[in-house]
């Protein structure tokens, strides 16, 4: 099945620089990578999604970046605020029938220092 | 448009016992995904509904079931609770898919004694 890990698993960072986070996966024929935030008792809010004919997509302050060839997506935040503080998840999807499910990464715990 | 809700918000249940969550979906979704959330395992995929029918299923015990309605809204039993089964369990809906966007509803916090 599909194997998803996301590095680092905390990160901090000073308010108005840049985050990334990275993740990885195995199945090659994952085609749907979305990333999602959670912030503290709620559930996860969807910031971005890219599919896999499309390389790069961004959202104002939010950017993902895919390469299919080393089957890594990364999230890219620039200006972080502190509202930004949260745990970010990647997921990836590959669509065989019957087994269409998100495999999703162990989260990042991304805190912006003020 | 309101988004996924899901009740109870809070559980407090003892080991043996069996438990019943329920989740209603955004409007016009017809698709729910389960999902149990734990600080040592993470996410992981519970099963997906759609038009009353479970269309797929992860690698939990048969202990845990689900059942959709014709309004499309779901629930999920857990019986013969394990101490194990504390978790936060998540509902997302999608369009008609789970290969379309899921959104998450804020999840049932399952605390088993």
């Known amino acids: 099945g599909e194997n998803v890990e996301q590095h680092p698993s905390t990160l901090s960072v000073q308010e108005g620089d840049s985050a990334v986070i990275k993740c990885t996966y195995s199945?090659?024929?994952?085609?749907?990578f979305p990333w999602y935030k959670q912030e503290l008792g709620k559930g996860p809010q969807l910031i971005i999604d890219i599919r896999s004919n499309v390389g790069e997509k961004k959202d104002q302050r939010i950017a993902v970046t895919l390469n299919k060839t080393a089957k890594h997506f990364s999230l890219h935040i620039t200006e972080t605020q502190p509202e930004d503080s949260a745990v970010y998840f990647c997921?990836?999807?590959?669509?065989?029938?019957?087994?269409?499910?998100?495999?999703f990464g162990t989260g990042t715990r991304l805190t912006i220092i003020p | 448009k309101a988004g996924v809700t899901q009740t109870p918000r809070y559980l407090i249940k003892t080991r043996g016992q069996q438990v019943t969550l329920s989740c209603s979906p955004i409007s016009g979704h017809r698709s729910v995904s389960w999902y149990q959330q734990t600080p040592g395992q993470g996410l992981q995929f519970l099963f997906e509904?759609?038009?009353?029918?479970?269309?797929n299923k992860g690698n939990f015990p048969g202990r845990f079931s689900g059942r959709q309605f014709s309004n499309s809204r779901s629930e999920m039993n857990v019986s013969t609770l394990e101490l194990g089964d504390s978790a936060l369990y998540l509902c997302?809906?999608?369009?008609?898919?789970?290969?379309?966007?899921?959104?998450f509803g804020p999840g049932t916090r399952l605390t088993v004694l």
């Open positions: 997302a809906s999608s369009l008609e898919s789970s290969t379309d966007t899921q959104y």
């Open positions: 509904y759609f038009s009353e029918t479970q269309r």
């Open positions: 997921a990836a999807r590959a669509d065989y029938f019957g087994n269409e499910k998100l495999t």
């Open positions: 199945d090659s024929a994952s085609n749907y």
